[in-house]
């Protein structure tokens, strides 16, 4: 066996968060996110009981809305979990993408900062994503892009953003096929 082939292969794999690794569910669905977003309003601009909407027209504070928006999810830090559901077979998938080495992101992370990460750089890059943005983003960033379909869009709709490398998968349950895609 040549040293090439003895080399471990390197993947890299991002994930989407919402419809991809969690979903917001039940009364006090998002709930942080949507609290987050009521305190920032407030303390920039005053404003209560007002919907996210909102952010569209507040475009030019969105740097003071996101301060006050991260600082009220640290200090509710304990409170994350309220009104989110991990989907099917996420925590077994990451765990077996772990015990294969594979560097796990949890959103696209800018090509400078990954290059610091991980110098040596991969072998195979992979986006995961419920959205055809998701679709579009991995493969105009020369990713692999596995789409699921645990958000609002169907297998059709994510098949139609794509340059017709995707793989489109109903869900995360299958961790085995899904190591199989990355070829480890
Ligand atoms: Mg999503």
Redesign the pocket.
């Known amino acids: 066996m040549g040293e090439e082939e003895k080399r471990k292969k390197r993947v890299m794999v991002t994930f ?5 690794l969690i979903k917001s569910t039940g009364s006090s669905s998002n709930r942080l996110h949507r609290q987050a977003f009521s305190h920032a309003f407030y303390h920039v601009f005053g404003l209560k009981d007002v919907s996210i909407d909102a952010i569209q027209v507040a475009s030019e504070r969105l740097p003071d809305l996101k301060a006050r928006m991260i600082e009220y999810a640290k200090e509710h830090a304990q409170n994350i979990g309220e009104g989110l559901e991990v989907l099917p077979g996420v925590s077994s998938l990451l765990d077996a993408l772990s015990s294969k080495g594979v560097a796990i992101e949890l959103i696209k992370i800018a090509a400078n900062r990954a290059n610091k990460l991980y110098p040596d750089g991969f072998d195979l890059r992979v986006h995961v ?3 055809p943005n ?1 679709i579009r983003a991995a493969e105009n960033g020369g990713a692999l892009a596995i789409g699921v379909c645990t ?1 609002v869009f169907t297998a059709e709709e994510l098949q139609k953003a794509s340059n017709g490398n995707a793989v489109i998968l109903p869900d995360l349950t299958n961790a085995e096929a899904f190591l199989k895609l990355l070829g480890i």
């Open positions: 989407d968060v919402d419809g991809t994503g419920d959205t998701d958000g």
